[in-house]
């Protein structure tokens, strides 16, 4: 006795839509050149073009044409993840299928936290930063309950610097700056996680409230810097790129042993694209 009712695209579906329930970090990139994936080391090229300029006008001068600047850049697939289970062939009979929708959703969720991980780590590339008011690895910034919205505020403004806008703009925050924020008694932060859906009709978990202009959700997966220095990213959705796709799921039969096993493999790649439109702030705990 096997796995009967694995068919792969079936399993495939299932497997993915819950790991877009359980991405926190990946919900606030964009998948502009999402593409066909299908192995490891595969590129995406994104073409880029200069500003263009815009100049005063005369009734009846003449005009001069500029060429376009032309840049690229590469997302480079390079991160993989897989998974592999078996399921004897007595246990199969006693419970197929919920064993196996309880291990595909386990396989999901294992997923989503890596490449969760995995972007959250890519914030020494924010090109928003300033070591004066938001700290730095080596220098972070104490925060306590009664400093945290002025934190908070020079990651909106530094953000608006650059021209970033403030729709979907969003801050990953983990537990203790959460805290601080009921603590502040800052309005529409709740004490809870609950899924949303942006105006953009992005789905993600996580959603704690709005506040500053910013949407702020909640993670464990927020880096570390240093030794209790958390590494906070505040962003626009144009800021990272993120290309992922399953791109093996099968079901086979084991040689030594009556079971049957199932396995998958996960493609993926992120960048941080638009650096402007990433801010990183170093923050440490202190009481209050």
């Known amino acids: 006795?096997?796995?009967?009712?694995?068919?792969?695209e079936l399993w495939s579906d299932r497997l993915l839509v819950?790991?877009?329930?359980?991405?926190?970090?990946?919900?606030?990139?964009?998948?502009?050149?999402e593409g066909e994936i299908r192995n490891i080391g595969d590129s995406v090229h994104i073409n880029e073009i200069g500003p263009v300029t815009a100049n005063s006008y005369t009734?009846?001068?003449?005009?001069t044409y500029e060429d376009l600047d032309s840049a690229g850049k590469n997302l480079v697939i390079d991160q993989a993840t897989s998974f592999s289970f078996k399921i004897d062939d007595i246990d199969n009979a006693q419970s197929?299928?919920?064993?196996?929708?309880?291990?595909m959703n386990d396989a999901s969720y294992r997923i989503a936290d890596t490449i969760d991980a995995y972007i959250a780590g890519l914030y020494p590339h924010a090109g928003v930063t300033d070591?004066?008011?938001?700290?730095?690895?080596?220098?972070?910034?104490?925060?306590?309950?009664?400093?945290?919205?002025?934190?908070?505020?020079?990651?909106?403004?530094y953000l608006s610097d650059k021209n970033v806008p403030i729709e979907n703009r969003m801050?990953?925050?983990?537990?203790?700056?959460?805290?601080?924020?009921?603590?502040?008694?800052?309005?529409?932060?709740?004490?809870?996680?609950?899924?949303?859906?942006?105006?953009?009709e992005t789905i993600t978990s996580g959603f704690i409230g709005q506040a500053m202009?910013?949407?702020?959700?909640?993670?464990?997966?927020v880096q570390s810097s240093a030794t209790a220095v958390s590494a906070i990213m505040a962003l626009n959705r144009s800021a990272?790129?993120?290309?992922?796709?399953?791109?093996?799921?099968?079901?086979?039969?084991?040689?030594?042993?009556?079971a049957s096993a199932a396995r998958g493999l996960y493609l993926y790649g992120a960048k941080v694209v638009q650096p402007d439109a990433l801010g990183c702030a170093h923050l440490t705990e202190v009481a209050g």
């Open 96 to 103: 197929n299928p919920k064993l196996m929708n309880a291990a």
């Open 171 to 200: 801050c990953i925050i983990p537990p203790w700056v959460h805290q601080k924020m009921l603590l502040a008694e800052i309005g529409g932060i709740s004490a809870t996680a609950v899924p949303k859906v942006f105006s953009d």
């Open 18 to 33: 819950k790991l877009r329930k359980n991405l926190v970090f990946g919900s606030v990139v964009n998948k502009d050149y």
């Open 240 to 258: 990272i790129t993120y290309a992922g796709q399953l791109t093996t799921i099968e079901a086979i039969r084991l040689q030594t042993t009556f």
């Open 59 to 63: 009734k009846g001068s003449t005009l």
């Open 1 to 8: 006795m096997g796995l009967e009712n694995f068919i792969p």
């Open 131 to 157: 070591t004066t008011n938001m700290g730095s690895s080596s220098s972070p910034i104490s925060v306590s309950s009664g400093n945290i919205i002025l934190v908070l505020s020079y990651m909106g403004r």
């Open 213 to 221: 202009g910013f949407q702020f959700l909640l993670s464990n997966n």
